[in-house]
C-alpha cells in the first residue's frame, strides 16, 4: 500500500510516523516548503533557538505527547513554568495568576467571596457537573451566570489566554469545547510545561522515525498542486513531478488550504460548509537578550490590553547562549474590520501596546535586546475553535482521503490537535486496511 500524506507540519509527520512502523505500507510526506515543521518550525539566530509557534505544552501529564512517547518511543523533557511565577496585571497592579488553589487565596482579581465561588466552579469543572457544558457558548453561560463580573471577567480572560483569542472571542467557544478543555487542565499535575529543545525535540525524532523505513521518503520544497482519482487510484501532481501513483492520501495542511485544492474536484461540495472557517491570529514580538533581566515573573499578562511576555528561557534554557533570555510576547487579535487601513491602524496599535509591557515590566530592554523576530499576523490555530466555525472530522462521508491537522477533531487545543488528528487519522487508515483484507478473504 503506497501513502501520500500532503503536509509536513506537526500532524503530517505524526501521521507518517506512525504509518512507517507499519509493515508493507511505503509512502512519501509531501512538504511545499524548504523546511519540515509547519509552524511548530525551529530555527537559531545568534545563538538563540526562535520558534515559529511557541512550544508550551498544556496539561503534559494528560497530552497525545504522552500515547506518542509510549508508540513511537519518542524521548523527550519537559519543564514545568513555576505557577508561582505566573502573574497578572490590572489597572497596572500586579497579582498572582489564580491557576492552583495558593494562587487563588493570593490573587487580588477576586474578592474573598468570589474565591469561594470561583474555587466552587473549579470543583464542578474537575467533577464534570458544571452547568458550563450546557450551554452554546461562554457569553451565553455568563450572561445567565449571577457570578459577579470579576469571575466572569476571569473565565473570559483564562479562555482567552488558553486559545489565543481576543475575550470578545472568548464568549463564543462552545461550553462543551471549554468544560472538555479545562476539566483535563484542572486534572493535571503539570498545567503548563515546556519542551526542553523547543517543538525540534519532537520533529527531528518523527523525522528520524520515517527515515527509518526506506520505503519511506520525506519530499521537502515539493508542493502537491493537484489530485485526482483514476480507476481507484490518485493521481498526484507536484510543483516538480507528474502523475504520481498512490492508493491512499491523507492531508495534513491548513483546512481552507484542503478545500481551495479540491475546489475544481468531485469532492468540493462535501469540504464546503469548511471552507469559511476562521483561522486564529496573533502579533508575535520575540526579544532575546544578551544577559539576563531578573524580574519577579516568568509570565505577565496584561489583562486590560490582552498582551502578555513568557520568560521562555526562565523554563526552557536550551533555547538560549549562555547569560542570555528569551523573552516571547503575544497580543491576540480581532479579525473583525471595514477595511485594510483600519487592520493597519490596529496592528500598529497592538505593536505599541506590546512595546509598552517592555517598557513597563523590562525598562532597558532595547539596550540589552540582541535577537528580535516581529510577526504581525502568525496563524495559531487554522481554525478558531469558536461555535460559528466547524472542525473537519478525520474523515467526511463519501470523500475518500483522510484529514489531520489543527483544524480538524482532535483531542486537545492548537498543537495537541495537530498530533491528536494525525495519530487518530494514521489509526483510521490502518483499520481501513484490515477491513478491506477481512473482506477479502
Ligand atoms: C505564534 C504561535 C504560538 C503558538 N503557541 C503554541 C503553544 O504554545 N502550544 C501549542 O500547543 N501550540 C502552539 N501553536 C500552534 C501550533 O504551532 C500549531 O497548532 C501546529 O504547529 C499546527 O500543526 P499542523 O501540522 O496542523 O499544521 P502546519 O504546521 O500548518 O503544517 C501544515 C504543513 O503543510 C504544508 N503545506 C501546505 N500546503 C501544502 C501543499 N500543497 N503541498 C505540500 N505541503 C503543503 C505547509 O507548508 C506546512 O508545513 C502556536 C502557533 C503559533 C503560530
Given amino acids: 500500500m503506497k501513502i501520500a500524506i500532503i503536509g509536513g507540519g506537526l500532524a503530517g509527520l505524526t501521521a507518517a510516523a506512525y504509518l512507517s512502523a507499519q509493515p508493507n505500507i511505503e509512502g512519501t510526506v ?20 526562535l520558534n515559529y509557534g511557541a512550544h508550551a505544552v498544556y496539561g503534559i501529564d494528560r497530552h497525545t505527547l504522552q500515547h506518542m512517547e509510549e508508540d513511537l518511543n519518542l524521548k523527550f523533557q519537559s ?6 511565577k505566573v502573574v497578572y496585571a490590572k489597572h497596572g497592579r500586579l497579582t498572582p495568576a489564580p491557576l492552583d488553589f495558593v494562587n487563588i487565596m493570593k490573587t487580588g482579581v477576586l474578592t474573598p467571596m468570589e474565591k469561594v465561588r470561583f474555587v466552587a466552579e473549579v470543583a464542578a469543572v474537575i467533577s464534570h457537573i458544571h452547568q458550563l457544558k450546557h450551554y452554546r457558548t461562554l457569553g451565553e453561560y455568563l450572561d445567565k451566570s449571577n457570578s459577579a463580573p470579576d469571575v466572569k471577567e476571569l473565565w473570559e480572560h483564562l479562555v482567552s489566554s488558553n486559545f489565543f483569542i481576543t475575550p470578545e472571542d472568548a464568549r463564543k467557544v462552545s461550553g462543551e469545547v471549554i468544560a472538555e478543555y479545562y476539566h483535563n487542565l484542572f486534572l493535571s499535575s503539570k498545567p503548563v510545561n515546556y519542551i526542553l529543545g523547543s517543538w525540534a525535540t519532537i520533529t527531528d525524532q518523527l523525522v528520524h522515525k520515517i527515515g527509518e523505513n526506506e520505503k519511506w521518503d520525506i519530499a521537502v520544497k515539493e508542493p502537491v498542486e493537484t ?25 495534513a495542511m491548513p483546512v481552507q488550504q484542503v478545500c481551495k485544492m479540491l475546489e475544481n474536484t468531485p469532492w468540493k461540495t462535501q469540504l464546503d460548509p469548511y471552507k469559511d472557517n476562521t483561522c486564529t491570529e496573533v502579533l508575535v514580538y520575540d526579544v532575546g537578550f544578551s544577559k539576563v533581566v531578573a ?8 489583562m486590560d490590553n490582552k498582551v502578555f511576555i513568557s520568560d521562555v528561557s526562565a ?5 538560549v547562549p549562555v547569560g542570555g533570555q528569551l523573552l516571547q510576547g503575544i497580543a491576540y487579535l480581532n479579525d473583525d474590520f471595514t477595511d485594510e487601513e483600519e487592520k493597519k491602524q490596529y496592528l500598529e496599535k497592538k505593536t505599541q501596546q506590546m512595546e509598552a509591557l517592555f517598557d513597563t515590566y523590562y525598562p532597558d530592554w532595547r539596550e540589552h535586546t540582541a535577537v528580535k523576530r516581529v510577526s504581525k499576523k502568525a496563524m495559531v490555530a487554522s481554525v478558531k475553535n469558536i461555535y460559528s466555525n466547524k472542525l473537519l472530522p478525520n474523515k467526511l462521508p463519501g470523500v475518500p482521503f483522510l484529514f489531520c491537522g489543527d483544524g480538524c477533531e482532535g483531542k486537545g487545543e492548537l498543537a495537541e490537535r495537530a498530533f491528536s488528528s494525525g495519530r487518530a487519522a494514521a489509526q483510521m487508515l490502518l483499520n481501513q486496511r484490515l477491513e478491506t483484507k477481512a473482506l477479502a478473504l
Fill in 30 to 49: 509531501f512538504e511545499r516548503s524548504p523546511q519540515l515543521g509547519g509552524r511548530a518550525f525551529t530555527y537559531e539566530k545568534s545563538g538563540f533557538t
Fill in 79 to 84: 519543564k514545568q513554568v513555576d505557577k508561582r
Fill in 227 to 251: 489530485i485526482v482519482m483514476e480507476k481507484g487510484k490518485f493521481i498526484l501532481n507536484t510543483k516538480s513531478r507528474e502523475a504520481l501513483e498512490f492508493d491512499q492520501v491523507i492531508f
Fill in 295 to 302: 524580574r519577579p515573573f516568568h509570565y505577565i499578562s496584561d
Fill in 315 to 319: 523554563t526552557d534554557y536550551t533555547v
